[in-house]
């Protein structure tokens, strides 16, 4: 049973920093891509950040780049995303996701496995 799932969200003012994880279990884990996607309060959910497999290619929105960085530690089965400078607009719940296949992805049909999510806030 494929489990994904996210930690490290919470409150923080504008500013901040916060490390989000998420831990994979049930998979081979090095044959994914992985992705992390947001869900602000009453908007669709919006592309962040992907990795491939090996962790060499990276993919970042345009409007976090610069700001956030995902990775991603095959030993350990987790990726990560480091936010720092975080704006009050950064707030939404966080997903992670999984994707078999060649290429990391930015769209939420291209994955094949979901976490349930992490709230981050961001107060100004």
């Known amino acids: 049973q494929v489990q994904l799932v996210e930690s490290g969200g919470g409150l923080v003012q504008a500013g901040g920093s916060l490390r989000l994880s998420c831990a994979a279990s049930g998979l081979p884990f090095s044959y994914y891509y992985m992705g992390w996607f947001r869900q602000p309060p009453g908007k669709e959910r919006e592309f962040v950040a992907a990795?491939?497999?090996?962790?060499?290619?990276?993919i970042h929105a345009d409007s976090v780049k610069g700001r956030f960085t995902i990775s991603r530690d095959n030993a350990k089965n987790t990726v990560y995303l480091q936010m720092n400078s975080l704006k009050p607009e950064d707030t939404a719940v966080y997903y992670c996701a999984a994707g078999l296949g060649t290429m990391s992805s930015m769209r939420p049909d291209d994955y094949n496995y979901w976490g349930q999510g992490t709230q981050v806030t961001v107060s100004s």
């Open positions: 990795i491939s497999q090996s962790g060499g290619r990276t």
